[in-house]
């Protein structure tokens, strides 16, 4: 564990620590963990979506690895549409039961340009899985990465609704 891991991990607990005073935690120049851990559904059914350490680790990764570089690269704001999921917020979704989002591996980003983001994670940076969601042949709706410390498949797919998946 690095020492910006560790920071992050003390952050994360004093902000947890804080309550109704929260204040928010930067994991990176341009990413916060509220980010990804904000849901407007978890919030309805009043659903906690808090990641645990190892979680926030992952995190941590992606973040480094994948979405600040991404950024940089870019130099666009990258949004963040659903990032972690508790186990109990994937169920009440009805996201997939392996899903990476539950281990704080896997993200949705948006930009000003999903194709052009899409390209630029598949040529400049490691990734475990990059997925086309929906859209057209010219832009997704949106990009779903995720990544591991370890193994990473570099599995690229593309989401047909009402179809499902396929292999690009």
């Known amino acids: 564990m690095n020492w910006k891991t560790i920071a992050v991990i ?3 607990g004093f902000f947890l620590a804080r309550g ?3 204040k928010r935690i ?3 120049k341009n990413f916060g963990l509220d980010e990804f851990t904000k849901s407007a559904t978890a919030k309805r059914l009043g659903i906690n979506n808090e990641p645990d350490v190892t979680a926030l680790m992952n995190i941590q990764e992606l973040v480094n ?3 600040q570089p991404l950024r940089d690269g870019l130099g ?3 949004i963040i549409t659903s990032g972690y999921r508790s186990p109990a917020l994937n169920a009440a979704i009805g996201g997939a039961t392996n899903s990476q989002h539950m281990k704080g591996e896997a993200a949705d980003i948006k930009s000003n340009d999903n194709a052009r983001m899409f390209n630029y994670i598949k040529n400049h940076l490691p ?3 990059l997925i086309w969601e929906a859209g057209d042949d010219d832009q997704p709706d949106w990009v779903h990465v995720s990544y591991k410390g370890v193994g990473n498949r ?3 797919l593309r989401y ?3 179809q499902g998946y396929q292999d690009i």
Do not use: F, W
Request: no cysteine; hydrophobic share 40%; aromatic share 8%.
């Open 10 to 12: 003390l952050a994360v």
């Open 154 to 156: 570099k599995q690229i």
């Open 127 to 129: 990734y475990d899985q």
């Open 76 to 78: 666009v704001p990258i």
């Open 20 to 22: 109704s005073r929260k």
């Open 26 to 28: 930067m994991i990176s």
């Open 160 to 162: 047909y609704p009402g």
């Open 65 to 67: 690895k994948v979405l």
